[in-house]
Nanobody
Framework: QVQLVESGGGSVQPGGSLRLSCTAS????????MAWYRQVLGEQRNLVAR???????EYAGFPPGHFIISIDNAKNTVYLQMNNLEPEDTGVYFC?????????????????WGPGTQVTVSS
């Protein structure tokens, strides 16, 4: 079964940048799209950005260049470049993918989540 593993989270001062990575592995056949969601403590998980395997991005209303999503199909990896970070960007960032995987001797379409990575923006 496919697993998603995120990396790149951490603490940064306001105005700083971080780059998150998420790699899919384990029985992967194809990726339809990959996305990043953000969850603030006590609130629901909200879409930050999504990208198709063909590289078409979709952003959830952030200023241009604040978040930049990209995908490396050869590495089954999606990236989220985060620029000019603000305290409001603090939260747990989750990777998500709609994909096709090998399971029970066949192929299965699945929606998979990573465990999340913490991003903290504070001075």
């Amino acid at each position: 079964q496919v697993q998603l593993v995120e990396s790149g989270g951490g603490s940064v001062q306001p105005g700083g940048s971080l780059r998150l990575s998420c790699t899919a592995s384990g029985g992967l056949v194809r990726i339809y799209n990959m996305a990043w969601y953000r969850q603030v403590l006590g609130e629901q998980r909200n879409l930050v950005a999504r990208i198709t395997s063909g590289g078409t991005p979709e952003y959830a209303g952030f200023p241009p260049g604040h978040f930049i999503i990209s995908i490396d199909n050869a590495k089954n990896t999606v990236y989220l470049q985060m620029n000019n970070l603000e305290p409001e960007d603090t939260g747990v960032y989750f990777c998500n993918s709609e994909l096709q995987q090998r399971k029970y001797g066949g192929l299965q379409r699945a929606n998979v989540w990573g465990p999340g990575t913490q991003v903290t923006v504070s001075s």
